[in-house]
């Protein structure tokens, strides 16, 4: 391979180099590739050889539109890479990341991606500009929705998963497309949960929660990583020579390449720290920065650096060769067309069996929240009320970044509980939110009132069984540049809730959102609540068959769900504070007006039926082969049969740096039936009992350690063992 690149290189000139760093824009959502439909300074371009790459390109044919011109018109004909945002689903669309995470099923989620990937592939797309696998603490923050949640162990293992997914075990493989880790790095801590906001987080944080899962997909064999906007520590992440050369590069030793985020190299000219696009280019060319998306930076003020001896062409020789590595492994210079086959288009796209696996992994993905024995519901006898604009939405359930799914094809909640007709099943809007439809590129309107839609929704719950609410955002709402401020339901969703509850209390909650809300009233007061998510394409097949009992719910929270927007950042595991327990004085570290803990925690998620913990035993062999073996059983004590997330914590009492009282380490889905009981067990090593101190290197030191085990970070039965 290094052979092939460095042959090839030898036959560049310096434009040709600098043109393998320019990734350009395309169509967006132009349909019919014409001429004029791509800028004539584009098309130039790809003519002389100085575009590496294009994005929002889709399709057969405009992919081989522009691939012809890379391909059959340039000097050397170096095939593009062609990418797209590819985050949860092409046409068929899975539930968003955040949900997906819910499962806790890593084989699933392995094969969501490699679905999404194939459907992706035949379409013309051999890169995807994901996973996103930032750690995030605030749901504040919209692109929550895209991520696997706030720790890093689990985040870790889902980078693997998807990584794995996305690329498969050949990359040549006309199925499978490469993928990319982003955003580099911290994206998710910025500051109040607001999108492209400064981040300013401590070494040890970044060393420990902020890191790991990059250094996973890295390990996964993640062939690019993407820049984040944020800046660290005084410097923004796509000119910061310590996370792309010192850390990345070096450190890990990752030899894929660095591609910025939209307009990211252009924008260092915003955050202060270049004046002109030249230095910009500098700045970023010198940090690590391989390829630059949409800024124009490079294409048009690398030479001038190099030849003026500002900029060492051997920094432009590694970019390249990074570049042309990952084209090589693709196969796009044995065939530049393998991803352009109209045939292959048509027969793959929407196929049964990624609808199949769209389903399955919604069901797994929706998370019981709390049930007071009104759910399953029984499937005769009943007259069903179902309210909510949402309920019959049949476009806010494919959530943001959804490829290029078709307007309205997902399955609504109405059109689900449709198919069970043992029950009268009526449908009322009740509340008019939003009046106008998303987009992308637009903010969501939402009508603050509806009287007249309350009034409506109170009359027509009266004389129901049951009263189904499906409340919450649109799926426009999160994703990014979704930042809110408040996390309650948008219009007067919970006027009419709370209206409705007044005079008929069976009411079923079914929450549909990108990231945890507020949910305290509907807790406090409702007998169940359905965290539903965003569950894409198969959503309202894949709600009714939890709430009517064919799939008995697993999904456990990859975030915290606050009581209150006041408590954010909220996350499971905080450290110890010199005053974290004085509860019978004012003098210590609490809220006057509202509880320290969440309303749901971490991991946290309930079953039709009930699971039992007994008889933790702890085989201390560390000083004879390093290894602690933790014992757990596991009983299904309950009616019906059910999965269980299994969860292991650690706690290092006393450490050099400060630890979270609870540190995620291990996890197994167990699958129960009624009475049976399985021993489950977990083996730690040094990799899960170390943390990394403030330089980056990793410790492992003697003490003692509390182990927890349980079905969410919270509720467990501990012991002790020490090393």
């Known amino acids: 391979m290094d052979c092939k690149v460095d042959s090839l290189i030898s036959l560049m000139t310096l434009d040709e180099k600098i043109g393998q760093m320019n990734q350009y824009n395309g169509f967006w959502d132009i349909t019919g590739p014409k001429q004029d439909k791509l800028s004539q300074e584009k098309i130039t371009h790809l003519r002389q050889g100085l575009v590496g790459s294009m994005l929002n390109v889709t399709g057969v044919d405009e992919v081989t539109y522009v691939q012809k011109i890379a391909v059959e018109e340039s000097r050397l004909g170096i095939p593009l890479i062609i990418g797209f945002d590819v985050i949860h689903g092409f046409k068929t669309i899975s539930p968003i990341p955040l949900a997906e995470s819910a499962s806790w099923d890593l084989k699933a989620i392995k094969q969501s991606a490699a679905m999404t990937a194939e459907e992706a592939a035949a379409h013309g797309i051999n890169w995807t500009f994901a996973p996103m696998v930032d750690i995030y603490r605030d749901a504040r923050w919209g692109r929550v929705m895209e991520g696997a949640g706030e720790d890093p162990y689990l985040g870790s293992k889902i980078a693997t998963a998807r990584v794995k997914g996305f690329q498969g075990e050949d990359l040549s493989n006309h199925r499978t497309i490469a993928a990319c880790a982003k955003h580099f790095a911290a994206y998710g801590f910025a500051e109040a949960g607001k999108e492209y906001n400064t981040v300013d987080i401590g070494t040890s944080t970044l060393h420990n929660i902020v890191f790991p899962p990059f250094k996973a997909a890295k390990d996964a064999g993640v062939k690019t990583f993407m820049n984040s906007f944020n800046e660290i520590n005084g ?151 179902l309210i909510g604009q949402l309920a019959a939405d049949k476009d806010s359930p494919l959530g943001g970044w959804r490829g290029k799914a078709d307007y309205n094809s997902a399955v609504s909640v109405y059109e689900g509980l449709k198919k069970y007709t043992g029950n009268s099943l009526s449908y009322e809007k009740g509340v008019d939110v939003f009046p106008e439809v998303a987009s992308f590129v637009k903010e969501v309107k939402v009508n603050p009132k509806d009287p007249s839609g309350i009034k409506k929704a109170v009359d027509f719950a009266k004389n129901k069984d049951v009263v189904i609410m499906v409340l919450g955002e649109h799926g426009f709402q999160s994703g990014e540049g979704r930042s809110r401020t408040k996390l309650d339901f948008p219009g007067d969703q919970q006027a009419m809730l709370e209206a409705v509850y007044k005079v008929n209390k069976n009411i079923v909650l079914v929450v549909n959102s990108g990231r945890p809300l507020v949910l305290t009233w509907a807790d406090q007061n409702l007998p169940a609540v359905v965290q539903a998510w965003q569950l894409g394409t198969q959503s309202g097949n894949a709600i009714a068959s939890v709430l009517y009992g064919d799939y008995n719910p697993s999904g456990k929270l990859p975030m915290s769900f606050p009581r209150a927007v006041g408590q954010l950042p909220l996350y499971y595991n905080y450290k110890p504070t010199g005053r974290g327990v004085m509860e019978e004085a004012v003098f210590w570290s609490h809220y006057i007006d509202e509880d320290n803990t969440p309303l749901y925690p971490f991991g946290y998620g309930l079953s039709y039926t ?56 291990g996890f197994e889905l167990v699958q129960l039936s009624p009475g049976e009981t399985k021993q489950i067990e977990f083996v730690l090593t040094d990799h899960e009992l170390g943390f990394y101190d403030n330089s980056g290197a990793f410790l492992v030191e003697d003490g003692e350690f509390d182990v927890h085990l349980g079905g969410d970070s919270k509720q467990t039965i501990k012991k002790a063992f020490r090393i």
């Open 610 to 665: 009930n699971f039992n913990y007994q008889d933790l035993d702890i085989v201390n062999n560390y000083e004879e082969d390093g290894e602690i073996i933790i014992k757990i059983s596991v009983t299904n004590s309950g009616k019906l049969e059910g999965k269980e997330v299994v969860q292991l914590y650690l706690h290092d009492k006393y450490a050099s740096i400060t630890q979270p009282l609870r540190k995620l380490k």
């Open 235 to 385: 410097i923004p992440a796509t000119a910061s020579r310590f996370l792309q050369r010192d850390v990345l590069k070096s450190e890990w030793g990752f030899d894929g390449f660095i591609v910025s985020d939209w307009d990211s190299i252009g924008e260092l000219h915003e955050h202060g720290v270049a004046e002109t696009d030249a230095d910009a280019a500098s700045l970023a060319i010198n940090a690590g920065s391989d390829m630059d998306m949409e800024s124009g930076c490079y294409v048009n003020e690398l030479k001038t650096l190099v030849e003026s001896g500002a900029i060492n062409e051997a920094l432009i020789d590694d970019a390249v060769k990074r570049i042309l590595k990952v084209k090589f492994e693709l196969g796009l210079f044995e065939d530049p067309y393998k991803y352009c086959n109209i045939e292959r288009q048509h027969i793959v796209t929407g196929q049964p069996k990624f609808h199949d696996a769209a389903l399955g992994m919604a069901k797994k993905s929706i998370v019981l929240l709390k049930n007071e024995g009104i759910l399953p519901l029984k499937k005769s006898g009943l007259r069903v009320g």
